[in-house]
């Protein structure tokens, strides 16, 4: 007869956890942290701080304590950010089908319930963006099934954003009512956009009294001009990585147009010279892209070893 095994005691780690969990639930979108989030406090803040009490002497009181502690040591968030019923229409228009992943990320603040719909192609579940993973939720399957359909052409797909009532929600200007469905669009070569999913049900609050509506239009304006100062600094960010991208291509053209010149003995050292001074300069804006964040490792290694291969060529 086999042996019953006994219920493993949770440990600290997960004890915390649990009650962070609790205690995190219960507070207003705005100030809900990310499950990534809730664990570096854990690891770094909370269980070093109950490291000196003995195991068997730690109390739950204790446990909420520190939480709620390190909670209240955070910065405060405007909460209209996490209301969509304040954020314009505009802002989540037309967004590239190859960019849905950047606009979940950094355009819509992180704490904003989406779902992508894109047909045939899949749809995820709703989710807050706080905890929003890229191939955790489904966006990467979806994205890559899409690339294959449309040969990467751009501006063939895109999606649109249209607000609904979260299921068993009621229309009652509440953050958590609401969820964005980005719905994907396909246009056939000279045509309107066809969307792959249902647009009905949008769903938006106006406050019926007209001293509310007053405020409530404020609040909008505040938040898009938040939302629009984001966007362009972003946008900043996405011309310097052009720009990187194109140095880098225009560098690596410039080491191969030297590399394949005639070398006689007039103009040997020369271009020995040139070499070494263009070689130099391109590892040096090379490095310089990837210490700022402008190309990832992927392009950095890539670039590089173009770099190594361009110098072996100039020196068999």
């Known amino acids: 007869m086999p042996k019953k095994t006994k219920n493993k005691k949770p440990s600290l780690y997960q004890q915390v956890s649990k009650r962070f969990t609790a205690i995190n639930s219960a507070l207003p979108e705005e100030q809900k942290l990310s499950v990534a989030r809730r664990r570096q406090i854990i690891r770094q803040q909370i269980l070093p701080a109950l490291s000196t009490t003995p ?16 909670l209240s040591q955070l910065p405060p968030r405007d909460p209209n950010l996490c209301n969509i019923n304040l954020i314009s229409g505009n802002q989540y228009t037309e967004v590239n089908w190859f960019e849905i992943d ?25 989710f807050n963006t706080r905890n929003y993973n890229y191939y955790n939720n489904g966006v990467q399957e979806i994205t890559e099934r899409l690339r294959k359909d449309i040969d990467n052409k751009s501006g063939a797909a ?38 792959q999913a249902s647009t009905s049900g949008e769903t938006r609050y106006v406050p019926s009294d007209p001293i509310k509506r007053k405020v409530y239009r ?11 100062r984001l966007f362009g600094k972003l ?12 140095q880098i291509r225009k560098d690596d053209k410039k080491l191969q147009k030297i590399v394949t010149k005639k070398v006689t003995p007039k103009n040997e050292l020369k ?8 070689y130099q300069r391109a590892q040096m804006k090379l490095q310089r892209y990837y210490e700022k964040g402008l190309i990832n490792k992927a392009k950095y290694d890539k670039a590089l070893n173009q770099l190594r291969e361009n110098y072996n060529k100039f020196n068999p």
């Open 55 to 70: 195991k068997n002497k730690i109390r739950v009181k204790q446990i909420k304590e520190l939480i709620q502690g390190q």
């Open 102 to 126: 950047e606009f979940l990320q950094k355009r819509m603040p992180d704490c904003i319930y989406v779902r992508v719909s894109a047909g045939q192609f899949g749809q995820t579940k709703i």
């Open 158 to 195: 895109w999606y649109s954003g249209y607000q609904k009532l979260r299921p068993n929600m009621k229309n009652d200007g509440k953050p958590e009512s609401y969820f964005l469905d980005m719905i994907l669009f396909l246009a056939p070569r000279g045509g309107d956009g066809i969307p």
């Open 218 to 228: 404020k609040e909008v304006t505040k938040v898009n001009n938040k939302l629009d």
């Open 235 to 246: 946008q900043k960010e996405k011309d310097a990585k052009t720009r990187a991208n194109r």
């Open 271 to 278: 271009l020995i010279d040139e070499f070494a001074q263009s």
